[in-house]
Every structure is written in C-alpha cells, then in structure tokens.
C-alpha cells in the first residue's frame, strides 16, 4: 500500500477562541486528485495553509510528504506548489521576474531557471507580456501567472485554493485542460472550490466541508448516489411562497427540501413526480427535472445552499 | 525518519545566508531600476554637512570637542550627521517599504509559501536597508574628509560604526512595520525619531543640558552611535566605544528576534 | 450638517475630514511636538552656542531662536503640505479603495476635487502654523503682533508647493519619484533659503537660485512679520510671487488630474 502524501487525524485550527477546523480526518493518495468543497468560511483555506506549512495546526496530527510541516516548513513548501486564493504576485516586478525571482527563492540555479521560466510564460500563454508590469494584466491573466509560478519548482504536491474564481469560462475550462494535464505527468492535486462543477471535473475524490467540520467524504458519484436519489425536480414558486408549499407535496417523493423560492423533490424517476405533482392542482410558475447534483448533497448534508 | 529530499534543481539552501539572499536579490532587482534613489540618497547627507556644518558653523565658531578642546564647528557636527543620516536612511528604508509589502502589496504572502521563512523575511529586508545604508555612509565620509578636513586614520573605523547604526534602526523600523495598523502610524516613528535626531548630542555637546536629560540622552540609542563617530572622526578614540557598539549590537539582537516573532505571526497565522 | 448645503467644491473635505477623524490625536501630537522640538533644540540649544555682536548683526540683532523661529514656521508649512500632497494623492488615487474614483462617482467633477484637495492641505498648514506661531510665542521669539498673518502666510507658502506637487503627483505610477521630491527639493530648499543662516552667507550664483524658489520670500514674510519690521511693498511682492507659483500649480493639476481621472 502506497503511504499518503497528505495524513490528517483529529486536525484542528484556532484563530483566538474561533475554531475554524474541528478535528478533520482524511488522507490524499499519491496522483490522485482530492477536492475540498464548502461555503464561505467552511475552513477550505485554513485547512489549505495549514498544509501548505505556513500556518501551524492548533491540534490533532498532519504529515505532508511524510513529515510534520510545523517541524520540516521550509523542506515541505521546497516540494510544494501553491495557488492562494487572493493572487500575491510581486507587483514591483514584471511578469517574467515574478516567476524568476519566486524560482529563486526556491534556490534554482540562475541557468536553469531561466529555460523554466520560458517554459512557464508558454505554459500561462503569456509569453508575449513577458516584460510587462504585473498590474497591467487582466484578472485572468494574473490567475493564469500565479498557477504558473506556482509550477517553478516542479512540484509533487499542488495546493490550489479556488484555483478558477474570477475566470471566464472559457478560461476555466482551459486551466482545468491543464491541470488534467498536470495529474497525467503524476502531480498530486489538492483543489478547494464552492463550484460543484469544478468539483465533479477535477477531483477523484472529495470532502464536503461545512463549519470546519468534514460533513462527507467519497467520490462525486459516490457522494450523490449515497445522499441524494438519481434526478430532482424543481418546483419554482413566486416570492417566498414555496415554504407554504411544502405541505402539499407530502408523500410524493421520498425527500423534498423547501427553499425560500423552490421546493426540491428527489426522486427516482422526475417525471413520473413531475406528472404527480400535476395531478394534485399544484400550480408552480416553473417546472425542472434535472440529475442531482454534488450541490443536492450539500443541501441534504447541511440544510443549507453551497453558493447564495 | 528523514526529512524530505527536494527534486533535482530544487535547494532548501539551509545555509543561513543562502534563502535571505534570493530576497535581497529580489530587492536589488527591484532597486536596480529606479538609480535616482541611489544617487538622491548620496546627496542628500552632503546637503545637511554643506547647510550645518559650513552654514551654521560660519556662526558658531567652535565647539568643544569630546576630550575638551575646541574643534571647528564643522568637524564637530560632521561625525553626528554620520550617524543620524545612517539612522534616518535606515528607517525611511525599513518602514514604509516594509508595511507596504507586509499589507499592500501582500508580498511576502506570495514569499512565505516558497522554503523561506518569516525569519529570513525579516533578514533579507534588513541586509538589503544596510547595504545602503552603507553606501550612503561610505559617500559621507568621503564628503566629510573634503569638506570638514577630516585626516584621522581613525574615521575609517567610522564607517563599520556608522553601519551598525544602520543596522539598529533597519531592524527597529522592521519591527516597527510589523506592528504598524495604517499609515497614520508613520507619525508615530515620527515622533520617537525627531527627538532621537534632535538631541542625540547631535548639534552641540551634552553639557548643555540639564542632568536628568543628560542622563536620558545617554541612555537613548542614536546618542551611542554618535558618540562613536565623533570620537573616531576627531581621532580620539576611548574604551567608551566599546560600550556604545555593544549597546547597537544589543539592540539590533533584539529588534530582530521581535520582528521574527511578530512576522511569524502575521505571516503564518 | 446638512450636506447640500456644503458647495461642491468643497465637498471632498468630508472625506478628509473622516480620515483626519480617524487619526487627529497622533496628526495633533506631530504637530504640536515638532515646534516644541526644533525650537528647544536648535532655537534655543544650539542658539546658546551662536553670539557676539557681529554674527548676532548679521542675524538682525536679535537672537539666534528669533531668527530661526519665523523661519521653521514656513519649513515646516513646505514639510506639512509636501507630504499631504504627494502620499496622500498617491493614496487616493490607488491604494485606501481609490478615494477620488468614489468622490468621481459621486456628482464632483475634476475640478472640485482639486480645489478639494488643496483646501484640505490649507487647513491642515494652517493648523501647523497656528501650532508654531503659539510656541514659538512661548519661547519668547515674537516680537510684534503682526505675526498673526502668519496664519494666512503659512496656508499661502504650503499652497505654493502644494499645487505644482500634486500636478505631478497625480501622474506617477509608484510612489519611489517622491523620495526625489524630498530628497532634491524639500532637504535643499529647508537647508538654503536663509533658513539656519543668512542668504548673504551663500556664494552669488546659488542666492539667486534661492530668490527664485518660493521658500525664501515665505521666509522673508515671516521673519518680517515675526519682527515687526515688514514694509507694505516687499511684502506684496513677496505675495504676488508666491499667488502667482499657486495659480499656475493649480493650472497644471486641473490639466493633469483631468488626463489622470477622466481621460
Ligand atoms: N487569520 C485569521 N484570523 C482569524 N480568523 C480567521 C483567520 N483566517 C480565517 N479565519 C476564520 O476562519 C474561518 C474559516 O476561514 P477559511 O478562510 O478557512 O474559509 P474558507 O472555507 O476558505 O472560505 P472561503 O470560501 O470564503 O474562502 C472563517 O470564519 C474565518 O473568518
Ligand atoms: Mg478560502
């Protein structure tokens, strides 16, 4: 049996009396691709620098690369790659320099460096604003720089916190083109995210995070088989009218959720509920069937929405 | 259990030099495109000697000197601006830079995700303030040698002392950096380096004062490091200096194990 | 207060008076400390080493705290309204969530902000310069009551600098040009306009460069003021002068901040 590259038992991080992740368990297996998804404030990204060894853990136990962070810092981070979740590219220096000075600090050697750093701004499709300031470059392009420069050192391990926020679709399917990529040349992907498309593009497996607390943990079929039935159909109400609702779709799926606008029915087959849902009179000003989906494991999990 | 070993390219650099350097690197890259900065801060020490000492000491005279015997007002003021100059260049370098990357530019969040720590952070930023500190220094001995006929061999040691000065306030304005909230916490360093500059013995010797003040001057940081330059620009060295250089040292020891802690603190959280 | 009755102009001075809100104590304290500072150190404590009638002559007669006091009061108007004009307009512009952008938003155009601006730096020099005049009062250095107009004196000085400054201010993309704005303006201009020692002192060609740059004729007016000894004609030359470098800064910053803010 392979040993994990990241081991958590019992995890636990404090900020004062807050406690921001409560006792999390979870390994991530060498190549694989492991996703943490959660709202806001989950602990996504206290997990993430915890990891990452520059945040100490308050509690429980954590090996990266087989070693504690908190003791080896400096070796652990030589082998890891890291996208945070708010870009903090050097805006002092131009494009390319950003990624030669951050390879420096890796301690490359200056020849070396500079064929990787050529090598980077292909990979990123900047090449042609090498030298310009980083603060000229468009949101994306700053994103599509820091995924690069956290490339520099080659990493085993890659920690991406939200690695597609502020991207335009089309640029997030390119970056996830390229983290498909990554995975194939046997990099190890650790990706948090509040998209659940993200999540069922990327990872093998995930946790679903909510309060710092692990709320479920598998593969995103395995997660929707186990909490959620096949297809769900949406009843959409006028204004804060659907909690009323509720009481007269009893019986006609095995689950339903009541949201401020919608009624959630989960089902086995939609359309059969569908047509029930007719023949009771019920009169909602939308009808969808659609498959469930890592967000219906989430509101089943929690009672509560994954993006408002 | 061993510790990871890095992939081919990659160094922890353990050294305790190595890491620090990649930073100091960063900031010369940085500084290497605005040379009006240097050059501006080369001149700027000769302008307070020409003002001062030539200006005012047309209208002082002389000014007796640490053993008692008169000197020209020049020769006098010259070692103090030394000094002063090193601390003012250090500080000016070390606190606005600093606070700006530290919550601005959110710089060294970008740098402690690489193998350098906080500590070398903090390391990097204050080597890169006294090796211009230090260039400065070295510029305003020459100045001094010209303008202010000073021939003792002895003001060669100034240099190194003027360098520990530099040394001193970079890591307190580091320090003071890591606990600054907002700008208007400039005003604060402000007011502590006003009066440091003010009454460091800096214009006229301590006798002038009261006793208690005496006492309180001798006892603030500044006043050691111009002591020092006096004493080795007039050449007339004595054993005090030994006690003003362990007073810098002390300080900048402890400055720096203060800003490690506390960038450890911001950085890591 | 009601706001509409502020006129626009002037309305940019709610934002600065928040940020001033926010900090007065430590602001209040530089202020206050920096005359007590100087004028200890330098007016009196250096003073104590400078005298003999020939050299107190050349000074004007009275001592050396007299003659520097005036001065420090006009440097230290150049010092208020350099830094208020330079930071704070970088600030303003790109870091504390671009204020001039929201005052843009809301219905103030290019101009207003200017003049915003500028009235902001004018109160604050004012306040500085009522500071100095009390303490300088305090250490025994005014000699007649015409020292009052430093209180317009200083504001004029400060304007006088801060208007071609924040002109250029406006245009810069990182805030390191400004080390050369203090460095080869402010330091020399604070060390040479016959402040720490008498004009006559310097070599003919720099004296003429000093007359030419607005800190000196600050300096005359307030050391004539401080003195009593002001006449009616230098002292509107001196005027007419520092309006004139004020009119035209103001000129260039409508122009510079107009290419800035509102392409
Ligand atoms: N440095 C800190 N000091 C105090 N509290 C913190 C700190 N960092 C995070 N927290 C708190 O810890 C909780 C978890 O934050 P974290 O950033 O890990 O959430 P997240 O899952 O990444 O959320 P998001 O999706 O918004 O990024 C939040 O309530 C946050 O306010
Ligand atoms: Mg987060």
Redesign the interface.
């Known amino acids: 049996m392979t040993e994990p590259l990241v081991m958590a038992r019992a995890l636990v991080k404090r900020f004062g009396n807050f406690v921001a992740v409560d006792h999390i368990d979870f390994d991530v297996l060498p190549g694989e691709a492991f996703g943490f998804l959660g709202p806001n404030g989950a602990g996504k990204s206290s997990t993430m620098r915890m990891i990452g060894a520059t945040s100490p853990r308050s509690g429980g136990e954590l090996r990266v690369l087989g070693v504690e962070p908190d003791d080896y810092g400096p070796q652990v981070r030589a082998r890891l790659g890291v996208v945070p979740q708010e870009d903090n590219l050097d805006t002092e220096l131009s494009v390319s320099d950003n990624l030669y000075v951050y390879g420096r600090y890796f301690g490359i050697p200056r020849r070396q460096l500079r064929q990787r750093v050529a090598e980077l701004l292909d990979f990123a499709q900047l090449a042609e604003r090498a030298g310009d300031r980083v603060n000229d470059l468009s949101g994306g392009m700053k994103r599509r720089l820091t995924i690069a420069r956290s490339l520099v050192n080659q990493p085993e391990l890659l920690l991406l916190d939200e690695p597609t926020t502020g991207l335009d679709p089309q640029a997030r399917h390119l970056l996830w083109d390229r983290l498909h990529r990554l995975k194939r040349s046997g990099v190890t992907l650790l990706v948090t995210t509040h998209y659940m498309e993200e999540a069922e593009q990327l990872c093998d497996r995930l946790v679903v995070m909510d309060r710092g607390r692990i709320a479920a943990m598998g593969s995103p079929r395995q997660l929707i088989e186990r909490y959620v039935s096949r297809e769900v159909v949406e009843l959409r109400f006028d204004d804060e009218e659907a909690p009323a609702m509720a009481s007269l779709v009893n019986g006609l799926a095995p689950h339903t959720e009541a949201l401020a606008d919608r009624l959630l029915l989960y089902t086995e087959d939609g359309d059969l509920t569908a047509q029930a849902v007719a023949r009771r009179g019920l009169k909602p000003t939308n009808v969808l069937v659609r498959r469930a989906s890592l967000e219906d494991v989430f509101l089943r999990l929690t009672g509560r929405q994954l993006v408002d | ?1 061993s ?2 070993a ?2 081919v ?6 050294p305790r030099f ?2 620090p350097a ?2 100091v ?2 900031n010369l ?2 500084q290497k495109a ?1 040379p ?2 240097w050059a ?2 080369l ?2 020490p000769v ?2 000697l ?3 000492g030539v ?2 000491g ?4 002389k ?1 007796p000197g640490p053993n008692g015997a008169e000197v020209p007002y020049a020769a006098f003021v010259a070692p103090a601006l030394l000094a002063s100059s090193a601390m003012n260049g250090a500080v000016y370098e070390c606190t ?1 830079n600093i606070f700006d990357k530290l919550h ?4 060294y ?9 906080p500590r070398d952070i903090a390391v990097a930023e204050v080597a890169s303030a006294v090796v211009r500190s230090a260039l400065y220094s070295a510029a305003f001995l020459v100045a001094m040698a010209v303008l202010s006929g000073t021939r003792s061999p002895w003001a060669l040691l100034a240099l190194p002392c003027a360098v520990l000065v530099g040394l001193a306030f970079a890591a307190c304005g580091f320090m003071s950096a890591c606990y600054m909230r ?4 400039f ?2 360093v ?2 502590v380096q ?2 440091l500059f ?2 460091s013995a800096t ?2 010797p301590l006798s ?2 009261p006793r208690w003040l005496q006492l309180l001057v001798e006892a603030a940081p500044l006043y050691q490091g111009v002591a020092a330059c006096r004493e080795l620009c007039l050449g007339q060295p004595s054993w005090d200096i030994i006690g003003h250089l362990a007073y810098l040292a002390a300080l900048a020891g402890a400055a720096m194990a203060i800003s490690t802690r506390r960038a450890t603190k911001l ?3 | 207060m009601a706001g509409t009755q502020v006129p626009m102009r002037l309305r940019p001075l709610h934002y600065f008076w928040a940020t001033f809100r926010r900090q007065w104590r430590s602001d209040i304290s530089t202020t206050f400390l920096t005359p007590v500072l100087y004028l200890a150190s330098i007016g009196a404590g250096l003073g104590s080493f400078i005298k003999g009638g020939q050299v107190l002559a050349s000074l004007g007669g009275e001592d050396y705290l007299s003659f520097v006091a005036p001065a420090l009061l006009v440097t230290t108007a150049m010092q208020v309204a350099v830094s208020r004009s330079t930071y704070d307009v970088y600030g303003c512009k790109n870091w504390w969530s671009g204020a001039y952008r929201s005052m843009l938003a809301a219905p103030l155009s290019v101009g207003d902000i200017v003049t915003g601006h500028l009235a902001w730096v004018a109160a604050r020099v004012g306040l500085a310069s009522a500071f100095y005049l009390a303490v300088s009062a305090a250490f025994g250095a005014v000699h007649s009551p015409a020292a009052a107009a430093d209180l317009v004196v200083g504001p004029v000085v400060g304007l006088a600098f801060a208007a071609p400054i924040i002109a250029y201010a406006i245009t810069v993309r990182h805030e390191q040009p400004f080390v050369m704005i203090f460095r080869l303006v402010m330091v020399p201009l604070f060390l040479f306009s016959g402040t720490f020692f008498p004009l006559s002192q310097l070599p003919t060609g720099l004296r003429y460069i000093a007359y030419v740059l607005p800190l000196w004729h600050g300096v005359e007016l307030s050391r004539g003021l401080y003195q009593g000894s002001l006449g009616a004609w230098p002292a509107l030359g001196h005027l007419a002068y520092l309006v004139v470098v004020i009119a035209v800064g103001s000129m260039a910053a409508s122009r510079t901040y107009r290419k800035e803010l509102a392409p």
């Open positions: 259990m510790s990871p890095p992939r390219g990659v160094t922890v650099a353990s190595a890491r990649a930073l690197g960063r890259m940085v605005v009006y900065v501006t801060g001149v700027e302008f307070y020409l003002s001062i200006g005012i047309h209208l002082v005279g000014m606005t601005w530019a959110k710089i969040r970008g740098v402690v995700a690489t193998p350098l720590t907002s700008w208007t916490d005003d604060k402000m007011l006003m009066p003010l009454f214009f006229y002038v004062f950085l890591t959280p």
